[in-house]
C-alpha cells in the first residue's frame, strides 16, 4: 500500500502532511473545537490530495491548502444553518459576553486573548487569524477568503480596534493582589 500511495501521489503528499499543524492552528481558532477543527484538517488535506493538478505554483502551496480549508469551514457553517449568507454577517461584537479579566501571569494572558478572539465576529477573526498570527499577506488573504483587498484591510482594521477595546479593560485592572487572612 506504501509503494502505491508514493506512486500515486508522489512527493506531493510530503508538502501537504507538512501543512497539518499550521491547518489545524488556523481551524481551531475559527471554530474553538478540537474535534472540529481535525475534522476540518482531515477534510482540507484529503481534497488537497485529489485535488493536487489545480495547483499551479509550489510555492503556493499554503496559501492553496488554507484556502481549501476556509471552503470546508464555510460548507460546515451551510450544513448548520447557523446563517443565511455569510455576506451577511456584520462585523460587530456580540453583546452580552463579559469582557476579559485581569491576567496575572502568561497562561491567563493567552487566555484573555483568545477569549477575546473567540468573541471577534467570524469574518473578522479569519482575518485576524491569517494576517497576524500566520503571516499571511493581504493578498493572499483575499484570495484564501475569496473577498477583496479593500476588505481584508477593512476587517482587519475592525479586529484590531475591536480586541484593543476588549482587552484594554483587562489591562487596566491593578494587579490582582493576594488574598491575606489574620491569624493570632
Known amino acids: 500500500m506504501l509503494m502505491i500511495s508514493r506512486f500515486l501521489f508522489g512527493p506531493f503528499r510530503p508538502g501537504i502532511e507538512a ?35 489545480q495547483l499551479r505554483d509550489e510555492a503556493a502551496l499554503k496559501a492553496w ?23 451577511d454577517l456584520h462585523d460587530e461584537l456580540e453583546s452580552g459576553a463579559d469582557s476579559p479579566e485581569a491576567c496575572c501571569n502568561r497562561e491567563q494572558v493567552i487566555a484573555c486573548v483568545r477569549a477575546a478572539v473567540e468573541r471577534l465576529p467570524l469574518g473578522q477573526r479569519q482575518v485576524l487569524t491569517l494576517v497576524d498570527l500566520e503571516d499571511f499577506g493581504y493578498t493572499e488573504v483575499a484570495g484564501i477568503l475569496d473577498i477583496p483587498v479593500g476588505t481584508v484591510m477593512s476587517r482587519l482594521s475592525r479586529a484590531r480596534a475591536s480586541l484593543k477595546n476588549l482587552l484594554e479593560p483587562a489591562m487596566l485592572q491593578p494587579a490582582a493582589r493576594p488574598l491575606l487572612r489574620r491569624v493570632k
Open 65 to 87: 491548502m488554507v484556502s481549501i480549508m476556509n471552503h470546508c469551514w464555510l460548507d460546515y457553517l451551510r450544513s448548520r444553518r447557523d446563517f443565511d449568507d455569510i455576506d
Open 19 to 53: 501543512q497539518r499543524p499550521l491547518l489545524y492552528r488556523i481551524a481551531y481558532a475559527w471554530c474553538h473545537d478540537a474535534a472540529l477543527a481535525d475534522d476540518l484538517v482531515q477534510e482540507t488535506l484529503s481534497k488537497a490530495l485529489v485535488r493536487r493538478a
